[in-house]
């Protein structure tokens, strides 16, 4: 009973959207419940000027916000003039929910000459918690921003190898990304 009122919670609460977080996509695992967020409630990016980006695409903003950062820091090393940096990201947060896991298994033996029966029930509900507001979202165990799938940079550099390895070894450590990920490349120079 109190697991078809918790499946009754959760199908209630993916019709009805809050201002929290929308779970889209909810797929079972051993101990927890992987979810993608729709809305991009628990990322806070700027557009480089101090206020909120234009975009509602979560994933257009961390792009943006982490373009700005980094150009910003290496316009700062020594030897480079400008730099435009480009940053591919793979998909949106992932979400691991809490669940409740239960299985019942009910056997029967018979008497002799007669057979027996063996029935398991299994049951896997989303463990929710109550808002402020007395809305019921899931509980989130661990949340995983996305990860970064390749970076490009065009520098104006008076040393551009030189450049190229600071700015290679920079992104890597910032960005936790292999060197394979990064392509440093010299910036056309305008006539």
């Not at 793979?90 to 057979?115: F, I, W, Y």
């Amino acid at each position: 009973m109190l697991g078809a009122l918790g499946v009754l919670f959760i199908l209630v609460g993916s019709f009805w959207k809050s201002g929290a977080a929308a779970v889209s996509t909810i797929g079972s695992g051993p101990s927890s419940t992987s979810a993608s967020t729709s809305t991009a409630a628990s990322i806070s990016s700027t557009n480089g000027s101090g206020g909120p980006s234009s975009s509602s695409d979560p994933i257009l903003q961390m792009e943006t916000n982490y373009d700005n950062q980094l150009t910003q820091i290496i316009d700062q090393l020594q030897g480079v003039n400008s730099a435009v940096v480009m940053v591919t990201l793979d998909s949106t947060n992932q979400l691991s929910v809490a669940s409740n896991e239960r299985q019942t298994t009910q056997t029967q033996k018979g008497t002799a000459g007669q057979s027996s029966s063996q029935s398991t029930t299994e049951d896997n509900s989303v463990f929710t918690q109550h808002t402020a507001d007395g809305s019921t979202i899931p509980f989130v165990t661990s949340q995983q921003s996305p990860k970064v799938r390749g970076v490009v940079v065009l520098v104006n550099a008076k040393d551009f190898f030189v450049a190229k390895a600071e700015i290679i070894d920079a992104i890597g450590h910032v960005l936790d990304v292999p060197a394979y990920k990064i392509s440093v490349e010299p910036k056309r120079s305008n006539p």
